[in-house]
């Protein structure tokens, strides 16, 4: 029970995400198991109103399509990707217990076993995807062709015979994910998972229900609804349970819809019509609660339209005021003036690693004690720069040792420079960082500037001939 204990908290500690692109299509089959000639399948849907999808898997000959807990196994790659600072070569390095704990998954000998199979499922399988994913980058959908794993190795120090090629708690993972979903992490196509939430759903075919009708509630870039009606055929057949008769389909989703009744995510389950015309209402209960019209307000008068601001609000309610203050310490410290304030500021939400020096410098200020007289003053100085901050950050770049500070300085490069820097370049410079060549604090802020701006191919030239590259 102890240790039982222990992972609960550290799921709790865990900051969820879902690659929205992968929840939206469902690739991995809602149900626990398929049949073992089951190596391949096929629809061509139309399940919301962002358009159709069209999407083809084949297995290899020696497995089955992915399924079940593959869905699981999928959300703790991204979360490991995310984790690990969005690792340029796109691989991640991890025990087998971390990556279950990702998952949101329990930990045991059965899960281990488990784990290596949708492993093997995820690399043997092939998506074909036309049409239906969609670029965060150039905002248009295009077809992609991968597996969710490209390779995968373990490494584990058992010397126990009958251990040997088994996975354990302890068993290292080095695991490289399509190009398709980095690039699609990286240009923040995600959306906030609550992890706690997630791994108190019993089964697989609850959690990808949840995942699939969290896409539809609040679809990318609309205002999330209070409820959502499909076709029962169609979305069987989207969730994998295809060629089903309607009544079996029904039968399937019951213990999920009534376990997400259970939990207050749904209000209703409401079923209309007969034969193949039947429908399905969800009524969802987390959306009835009414934001919070003061930072709705704060948004907008930092350039958010209005739907905008409120989906910020829903999913990132407790950061809005902190974002907000490095927002404007960002913007105020900007060489020229920022173009798109907006997209500046959905940025700082989705990817705030990338700003880091100024989201710690504005959380700093916040939890330094006030004095009751200037308290009302102070917080209308939240719009501007704080005069010592230049002070606060040097200071905490001097604390670091050498191996922080080309730590810190790496992860930078990785997640803003990926496509302007090459992984040698991005060593040399962190490197350079770390020995105190190059200055760390004005490299990191002459970074944010550029990514501000969006001059960061410019700025790269810059620090290619800073280090003679």
């Given at each position: 029970?102890?240790?039982?204990?222990r992972?609960i908290?550290?799921?709790?500690?865990?900051?969820?995400?879902?690659?929205?692109?992968?929840?939206?299509?469902?690739?991995?089959?809602a149900?626990?198991?398929?049949?073992?000639?089951?190596?391949?399948?096929?629809?061509?849907?139309?399940?919301?109103?962002?358009?159709?999808?069209?999407?083809?898997?084949?297995?290899?000959?020696?497995?089955?399509?992915p399924?079940?807990?593959?869905?699981?196994?999928?959300?703790?790659?991204v979360?490991?990707?995310v984790?690990?600072?969005?690792p340029n070569?796109g691989?991640?390095?991890?025990?087998?217990?971390?990556?279950?704990?990702?998952?949101?998954?329990?930990?045991?000998?059965?899960?281990?076993?488990?784990?290596?199979?949708?492993?093997r499922?995820?690399?043997?399988?092939?998506?074909?995807?036309t049409?239906?994913?969609?670029?965060?980058?150039?905002?248009q959908?295009?077809?992609?062709?991968?597996?969710?794993?490209?390779?995968?190795?373990?490494?584990?120090?058992?010397?126990?015979?009958?251990?040997?090629?088994?996975?354990?708690?302890?068993?290292?993972?080095?695991i490289?994910?399509?190009?398709?979903?980095?690039?699609?992490?990286?240009?923040?196509?995600l959306?906030?998972?609550?992890?706690?939430?997630?791994s108190?759903?019993?089964?697989?075919?609850?959690?990808t229900?949840?995942?699939?009708?969290?896409?539809?509630?609040?679809?990318?870039?609309?205002?999330?609804?209070?409820?959502?009606t499909?076709?029962?055929?169609?979305?069987?057949?989207?969730?994998?349970?295809?060629?089903?008769?309607?009544?079996?389909?029904?039968?399937?989703?019951?213990?999920?819809h009534?376990?997400?009744?259970e939990?207050?995510?749904?209000l209703?389950?409401?079923?209309?019509?007969?034969?193949?015309s039947?429908?399905?209402?969800?009524?969802?209960?987390?959306?009835s609660?009414?934001v919070d019209?003061?930072?709705?307000?704060?948004?907008?008068?930092?350039?958010?339209?209005?739907?905008?601001?409120?989906?910020?609000?829903?999913?990132f309610?407790?950061?809005?005021?902190?974002?907000?203050?490095?927002?404007?310490?960002?913007?105020?410290?900007?060489?020229?003036?920022?173009?798109?304030r907006?997209?500046?500021?959905?940025?700082?939400?989705?990817?705030?690693d990338?700003?880091?020096?100024?989201?710690?410098?504005?959380?700093?200020?916040?939890?330094?004690?006030?004095k009751?007289?200037?308290?009302?003053?102070?917080?209308?100085?939240?719009?501007?720069?704080?005069?010592?901050?230049?002070?606060?950050?040097?200071?905490e770049?001097?604390?670091?040792?050498?191996?922080?500070?080309?730590?810190?300085m790496?992860?930078?490069?990785?997640?803003?420079?990926?496509?302007?820097?090459?992984?040698e370049?991005?060593?040399?410079?962190?490197?350079?960082?770390?020995?105190?060549?190059?200055d760390?604090?004005?490299?990191?802020?002459?970074?944010?500037?550029?990514?501000?701006?969006?001059?960061?191919?410019?700025?790269?030239?810059?620090?290619r001939a800073?280090?003679?590259?």
């Open positions: 029970m102890a240790k039982e204990s992972q908290k550290e799921i709790r500690q865990v900051q969820g995400h879902d690659e929205r692109n992968i929840a939206r299509l469902a690739l991995a089959l149900q626990n198991r398929v049949p073992e000639t089951m190596q391949s399948w096929e629809k061509h849907l139309t399940v919301d109103a962002l358009g159709a999808t069209h999407v083809k898997c084949v297995s290899r000959a020696d497995t089955v399509v399924h079940g807990l593959d869905n699981d196994i999928i959300v703790g790659l979360n490991a990707f984790e690990q600072g969005l070569a691989v991640v390095q991890l025990s087998a217990y971390r990556l279950l704990t990702l998952a949101g998954l329990r930990v045991g000998g059965r899960q281990y076993n488990e784990l290596l199979e949708s492993l499922r995820l690399q043997g399988s092939t998506f074909a995807i049409d239906s994913w969609f670029d965060g980058k150039q905002h959908w295009v077809s992609e062709e991968f597996s969710i794993i490209s390779s995968f190795s373990r490494v584990d120090a058992t010397e126990l015979a009958e251990e040997i090629g088994q996975l354990r708690a302890d068993t290292m993972l080095e490289q994910l399509a190009r398709a979903i980095t690039r699609s992490v990286r240009n923040g196509h959306r906030p998972l609550d992890l706690a939430f997630y108190q759903l019993s089964q697989p075919m609850v959690r229900l949840y995942r699939s009708l969290e896409e539809r509630r609040a679809p990318a870039g609309k205002v999330p609804t209070n409820e959502y499909v076709s029962t055929r169609i979305w069987g057949e989207h969730l994998g349970m295809q060629g089903w008769r309607l009544d079996k389909i029904r039968r399937a989703l019951e213990p999920a009534a376990e997400l009744q939990n207050k995510y749904l209703e389950v409401i079923y209309t019509g007969r034969g193949e039947q429908q399905i209402t969800y009524r969802f209960g987390k959306v609660a009414p019209a003061e930072l709705v307000a704060l948004l907008t008068k930092n350039g958010l339209s209005a739907p905008n601001a409120m989906k910020i609000v829903q999913e309610e407790e950061r809005v005021e902190h974002t907000v203050a490095a927002f404007q310490k960002v913007v105020a410290q900007a060489r020229t003036p920022v173009k798109n907006q997209g500046l500021l959905v940025d700082m939400f989705q990817n705030p990338k700003y880091a020096e100024y989201l710690e410098a504005t959380e700093n200020a916040a939890t330094e004690p006030k009751p007289a200037k308290a009302a003053k102070e917080k209308k100085a939240v719009k501007t720069v704080d005069s010592d901050w230049d002070a606060k950050q040097a200071e770049w001097q604390g670091l040792t050498p191996e922080a500070r080309e730590k810190r790496l992860n930078l490069l990785q997640m803003m420079m990926p496509d302007y820097l090459n992984k370049e991005m060593g040399v410079i962190a490197t350079l960082v770390g020995n105190g060549t190059l760390g604090l004005t490299t990191a802020r002459n970074l944010t500037r550029a990514m501000a701006e969006k001059t960061l191919d410019t700025y790269a030239k810059e620090l800073q280090i003679e590259v």
